[in-house]
């Protein structure tokens, strides 16, 4: 709606109480997010905003008796691939959670489609009850070290900064480029500040150090602390603390030991990688509220990051409050505590009520070049050998539960006719990554331990950030079928056993993304679940999650990427044989 003089002046009428509002909300506890006191007032809206606080009359009132009235919450950092529905889906799985508002970076789809992914992640959340901020994406490819579907200069970026709907520049996870003064990454970064947009970083292991260079290069937010050392350097620096919760890394309740009433307002709540089920099953920002309350934090002090705290982050003057002048973007809880959701409202209309949407949001076809997105070369038996010359000790990728972060260990593995032998019995699986853009047939060949798997072997082309075909398995016969079928659906997720397919997970939206409904989607990934207990997952964590970081250059300590086995720490390839550095 487009904002005039006489919208102006039905405003300060109604303000002024010389007209009914649009819509008064009455009786409600409204949760004052700047004093942090529960007060009992009317709210009075008028084309989507709240214009007044206290005693209205509304030409449509709605009584919120023993509720709770509370701002709809924010993530202040989402993928919203990683749900794996396209933006109109999520905004069905979210909105009935609280949350009314989304900072999103596509860098996801970018890495794999380039503008035209951003292009369709703008498209398909037009117009769509849930708002979607975007932030453009900073590092495509996330690192030279691997090989994605494109490469964003900033000349790319900079026409994008004129859509109304981006508001920054995403995550910058190439921290040498920043220390380096690399002219690519001052140019991006350059366009963000020069526009007074916001930039986001990503530091993922950096020091005090790092932080003072981030910081002096105008990079203001970090969602990838992991443990609350790292939380209180970057708030004692001035940055904006991102705690995280989502499916991989599921950082909250040790991040939230660094919070406290002093500096909790430059602390806010995001998802940044959050699978479809778990959001359905345990919610979004929601649960991240709620697990703040659990462990003691002050319910009105954890919807205030949940609100107000992200949307000063990003400047978003009109967000993350009741009062006048704000859009009226509220929540109705049955009770504070638990934050049990009755009703959400976005723009003063009722949009989620009891768990369910109101109306499903519509969507968009997506363009072929979109769908059309995996291509490799042929692969083979022999291409997933690795080979062992001299010795049997090897460098190994150890996962940690529930963390994107891994262990450099060096072990001694079975080999046989010169070649590494899976081992059940040491946990010791075969990883491959192979490049799905370019059909280089690159592959790149790895040993982990702590997958889980007993038998059988899982291909996903969800694999940040190149998003290349992950696979791990327990057999190479198991492990080339995975990838080719992964290959032949033209993207998604697959378990197969001794030869055959026990699930799958269709993602033809850039190999990302499904485009069927969110219902169908949620049987699938519990299908997908069933048959990762078959093949003898504990399932204490995800394996898709967990498999999807472990092509990521840029998280400590050991990673693997379609060119080769990778140091983080160190910035170095190495050979898989524990016996020399490359």
Do not use: W
Request: glycine letters at 8%; charged letters at 25%; one cysteine or more.
């Amino acid at each position: 709606m487009t904002f005039t003089k006489e919208l102006l002046k039905k405003r300060i009428d109604v303000a002024a109480k010389r007209i009914p509002a649009d819509l008064v909300i009455k009786n409600g506890q409204v949760v004052n997010v700047f004093t942090r006191e529960i007060i009992k007032e009317d709210i009075a809206i008028v084309d989507g905003y709240i214009v007044g606080t206290g005693e209205f009359e509304g030409y449509e009132t709605v009584d919120a008796s023993g509720q709770f009235v509370v701002p709809g919450f924010i993530d202040g950092h989402v993928h919203i691939e990683s749900a794996m529905v396209t933006p109109s889906e999520f905004s069905n799985v979210v909105l009935p959670h609280g949350v009314t508002t989304i900072v999103a970076d596509p860098h996801e789809i970018a890495n794999v489609s380039g503008t035209d992914g951003i292009d369709f992640m703008l498209e398909a959340s037009e117009g769509i009850p849930l708002e979607v901020l975007l932030m453009l994406p900073s590092c495509v490819p996330a690192t030279p070290f691997e090989n994605s579907g494109a490469t964003l200069e900033h000349s790319d970026l900079e026409p994008y900064y004129t859509h109304p709907r981006v508001i920054g520049l995403g995550e910058v996870m190439d921290y040498p480029s920043v220390l380096l003064k690399d002219d690519k990454m001052l140019d991006k970064i350059m366009d963000a500040s020069v526009k007074e947009k916001h930039v986001d970083g990503h530091a993922s292991a950096i020091d005090a150090d790092g932080i003072n260079v981030y910081m002096a290069a105008g990079i203001q937010t970090d969602h990838e602390c992991v443990t609350a050392e790292e939380a209180l350097v970057r708030l004692r620096k001035g940055m904006y603390v991102m705690l995280r919760e989502g499916s991989a890394a599921k950082d909250l309740v040790t991040l939230l030991k660094a919070v406290t009433e002093h500096n909790a307002r430059r602390c806010l709540f995001v998802t940044d990688d959050k699978h479809l089920d778990e959001i359905i099953d345990e919610g979004s920002i929601d649960f991240n509220v709620k697990t703040a309350i659990r462990e003691g934090v002050d319910p009105l002090l954890a919807i205030q990051m949940a609100t107000l705290n992200a949307a000063e982050c990003f400047g978003l003057k009109t967000k993350g409050a009741i009062a006048p002048g704000f859009e009226a973007d509220f929540i109705l809880l049955k009770d504070l505590e638990t934050v049990d959701i009755g009703q959400v409202y976005k723009g003063g209309k009722l949009v989620a009520k009891n768990g369910e949407v109101i109306q499903l949001a519509g969507s968009i076809t997506p363009p072929s070049v979109i769908t059309n997105s995996v291509h490799i070369s042929p692969v083979s038996i022999e291409d997933l050998k690795i080979m062992m010359t001299e010795g049997n000790m090897a460098n190994i990728i150890e996962i940690r539960p529930k963390m994107i972060v891994t262990r450099h260990i060096i072990e001694e593995v079975d080999v046989r006719d010169g070649h590494f032998l899976p081992s059940v019995a040491k946990d010791q699986l075969k990883i491959a990554v192979i490049e799905r853009h370019y059909q280089t047939g690159n592959i790149g060949l790895g040993i982990i331990k702590g997958l889980g798997i007993k038998n059988g072997a899982i291909a996903s082309t969800v694999a940040h950030d190149s998003h290349n075909i992950v696979a791990a398995g327990t057999n190479d016969e198991d492990l080339l079928k995975a990838i080719h079928l992964t290959a032949d659906m033209r993207g998604g997720l697959v378990v197969v056993e001794k030869g055959k397919l026990l699930a799958s997970l269709p993602l033809p939206v850039a190999g990302l993304m499904s485009n069927m409904e969110t219902k169908v989607v949620n049987e699938r990934i519990h299908d997908l679940n069933s048959a990762l207990a078959k093949v003898g997952c504990s399932m204490e964590f995800n394996p898709f999650i967990t498999l999807a970081f472990l092509a990521l250059p840029v998280i400590p300590e050991l990673k693997l990427t379609d060119t080769g086995l990778f140091d983080v720490k160190n910035s170095q390839y190495l050979d898989i044989e524990a016996v020399r550095v490359k």
